[in-house]
């Protein structure tokens, strides 16, 4: 390779690594309200480990509150890897996820800068199930018993669920017409996916008016699907927990809440629908999520099934054409059920309701990790500090100084003119790792630090094999070209042996460790890499500048 390439691959690598470490914004569209719009976040190039800068802590435990988990302890493990699962793709780099006793996890994020959405990514179920909405008019027919136990709960006087406060400006609001006027929409694309809006004529309903129940909901445009003021839903939440009303629903049926709200005027209704207590499919079998954008929907979460998962949902749909289909997630039903055109295969997606693509990611990402076997619940969160305190991180620092000024010295003293190329290539040796760290997302730990030390040693360890063998040349009476280029020659498999079995171990080490270790292994792996770049292409080019400009050099200062 001539001295010109030479030189312009080494300023290439200059300037990716001046790059990757060059601090900027990155931008990324969102949307906001009914329309997109640009976030800036600031990209930090290395980020700091719990070590040398702390972050946040969290211990979870299983959340009991709702019902009793059987086997506990089985219930924690599985959840420890999907909480694992979810750190990773999360983008936290060196998290602490662990197991502490019997019953609680814990979680450390070095320098998280939202809490608040780490906190709600660790503890969403994401338990997704595909269900079919009701058709048979089973919560009218219910009403009368389900009123009777509103009725009968109010009568004992409690103050907790079942104090009703009924909208009387629900009954002849005009909602029905309205949801009825949507209702003339039809179906057209028989190939769309299962979050399709598509709206069928449904047949026109008595809307109830008495009964403490009754006078809460008010009949939507669809099969099993009705609409509470928003002002009303916590209390049709509340008498949905008690067990009378529980008792009275009709059997073989769930009620769930949509995810979206409908505005008319200044009130505000929430969907409740009415489904198939029996999934047709859950996401036990989802595989992958990605979040997307589409001008006409929105923001959208595309999901897709394994082959079994495909087939079955296959099936499943099949027997359920021209049925409404609720995608429920963490028993919410996400946007309006669409109707089934046709049978559906192994791909699918969910409408995000006008969220941004932050909450998009977010639900792409608990999907693929999987759902937490039981709920869990945060017992304690607390910021906490540089593990190795300031004045440790101070003392690290002035100890590497130290080191470095030394080593520069020996090189310079021993090797005189060849040292100075040499810690050229070490200059160019710091500015590539920490850009190939950068570029990695990788976090600057203790551990990490060492890694880095440790391949600092193994680059000057290859320039002391490179020189040496060169004096041998320069001993045997060779000129300085020649000398130099047989220099390099032979101790290339030296250089090559030593630096295959290092990244070898690092390779293992990344495979096989967690947390610091990793850092350690990705840390050496991006030195070594630096290495054999520095002390065999660079300093070798800076030779051959050397002997361009010294025509006919008759000795070498080594």
Do not use: C
């Amino acid at each position: 390779m001539t001295l010109k390439y030479r030189l312009l691959i080494i300023a290439a690598l200059i300037l990716a690594s001046v790059w990757a470490l060059f601090p900027r914004t990155v931008v990324e569209r969102v949307r906001k309200g009914s329309g997109f719009t640009y976030d800036s976040v600031k990209r930090v190039p290395l980020k700091r480990g719990l070590d040398l800068q702390g972050g946040m802590h969290l211990a979870l435990e299983i959340d009991e509150s709702k019902g009793a988990v059987p086997q506990k302890a089985e219930a924690i493990d599985r959840a420890l890897k999907v909480v694992r699962t979810r750190i990773d793709q999360f983008g936290v780099s060196e998290p602490v996820v662990q197991k502490a006793g019997a019953e609680r996890i814990i979680v450390e994020l070095p320098g998280i800068d939202d809490p608040e959405r780490a906190q709600e990514v660790v503890q969403k179920s994401a338990f997704l199930q595909f269900q079919i909405t009701d058709k048979t008019q089973a919560l009218e027919k219910a009403l009368p018993r389900l009123d009777a136990a509103v009725k009968q709960f109010a009568s004992t006087g409690s103050a907790g669920p079942g104090a009703a406060r009924p909208d009387s400006a629900l009954a002849g609001s005009g909602l029905q017409s309205l949801f009825t006027a949507d209702t003339t929409k039809s179906a057209a694309d028989t190939t769309k996916s299962p979050t399709d809006t598509t709206k069928t004529d449904t047949a026109a309903l008595p809307t109830p008016t008495s009964g403490g129940f009754s006078k809460l909901i008010q009949q939507g445009g669809m099969a099993g699907e009705y609409y509470v003021a928003e002002t009303n839903v916590q209390t049709m939440q509340d008498y949905l927990e008690t067990a009378g009303v529980k008792a009275a629903l009709p059997p073989g049926k769930v009620v769930r809440f949509g995810s979206d709200t409908t505005s008319l005027g200044s009130q505000v209704y929430r969907p409740l629908y009415v489904l198939d207590a029996r999934p047709i499919i859950t996401g036990e079998r989802l595989i992958d999520a990605k979040p997307v954008t589409d001008p006409r929907e929105g923001t959208l979460v595309t999901f897709e099934f394994d082959n079994e998962g495909g087939r079955k949902f296959r099936s499943e749909t099949s027997k359920h054409i021209q049925d409404f289909m609720a995608i429920v997630l963490d028993d919410r039903v996400m946007g309006r059920p669409p109707v089934i055109q046709s049978a559906i295969g192994n791909r699918g997606q969910i409408t995000m309701g006008g969220k941004d693509l932050q909450a998009a990611s977010d639900l792409a990402l608990v999907l693929r990790a999987g759902s937490l076997p039981a709920p869990l619940k945060i017992v304690e969160v607390r910021n906490i500090g540089a593990s190795l305190g300031q004045d440790s991180i101070d003392s690290g620092i002035r100890a590497g100084v130290v080191a470095i000024g030394f080593l520069v010295l020996i090189i310079l003293i021993y090797y005189k003119f060849s040292g100075m190329l040499a810690i050229g290539g070490l200059i160019l040796y710091v500015l590539f790792t920490l850009g190939m760290l950068a570029g990695f997302d990788a976090v600057l730990t203790l551990p990490g630090l060492a890694g880095f030390v440790l391949s600092l040693g193994v680059a000057v360890d290859a320039n002391v094999l490179i020189f040496e063998r060169i004096r041998e040349e320069l001993d045997r009476g060779k000129s300085v070209r020649l000398a130099i280029d047989e220099g390099f020659g032979h101790a290339m498999s030296a250089i090559v042996d030593s630096n295959v079995t290092a990244a070898l171990t690092a390779i293992v080490l990344y495979q096989f460790g967690t947390g610091p270790v990793r850092g350690f292994a990705v840390t050496l792996l991006a030195g070594i890499a630096a290495s054999m770049i520095t002390s065999i292409f660079v300093v070798r080019t800076f030779y051959m500048v050397w002997l361009n400009r010294s025509n006919n050099a008759q000795a070498l200062s080594i």
